[in-house]
């Protein structure tokens, strides 16, 4: 028998072998491993349990879980609520601004003006403030004066 073939049955526990005995007997390696082997299977389990910092630990991450879970929930609502008002808000604001859709009316001397007749009178008002303006400056400033300019304003505008 070779050491190869002792080593694995004395790994095996088949040392009751007769030619493994034989072997034991003119090999000291193969005895050795035999006796660390035999003193191995004599040595009882220690039952080691887990470390007292691990339980804390362990008991520390599930207590977090928990208040996660709870603040997580506090956060769901709080989201919800938000979102909640800012739809109630944009409702009310566009139910506001589609009943009071009208055009703007504004009553000057006794006509009623639409939107587009305040355009043309703030237009004629910028024009003759405009004009305004610049012969006020070429009477004080005369050698600053710049041509006058021609300005024609159609009827309906200046009416």
């Known amino acids: 028998m070779n050491c190869e073939k002792a080593r694995e049955m004395i790994l095996s ?10 072997h034991m007997g003119s090999c000291a390696e193969c005895r050795c491993l ?7 299977e004599e040595l009882k389990p220690v039952s080691i349990g ?3 910092m691990l339980d804390f630990k362990i008991k520390g991450v599930a207590a977090a879980r928990i208040a ?7 956060v769901l609502i709080r989201r919800i609520v938000i979102y909640a008002s800012a739809a109630c808000c944009v409702l009310i604001t566009w139910s506001a601004l589609s ?3 009208a055009e703007p009316k504004v009553e000057q001397h006794g006509k009623t003006l639409k939107n587009a ?19 006020i400056n070429d009477e004080l400033f005369p050698e600053n004066s710049e041509p006058e300019l021609d300005i ?6 200046s009416t």
């Open 50 to 52: 887990p470390p007292r």
């Open 13 to 22: 526990n088949d040392s009751d072998d007769a030619s493994l005995r034989e």
């Open 99 to 101: 009943s009071f859709h």
């Open 117 to 135: 007749d305040m355009e043309k009178e703030l237009l004629v008002f910028m024009t003759e403030l405009e004009v305004g303006i610049q012969k």
């Open 34 to 40: 035999a006796a660390e082997w035999n003193s191995l």
């Open 152 to 157: 024609n304003l159609p009827e309906d505008i």
């Open 68 to 74: 996660g879970k709870k603040h997580g929930h506090q």
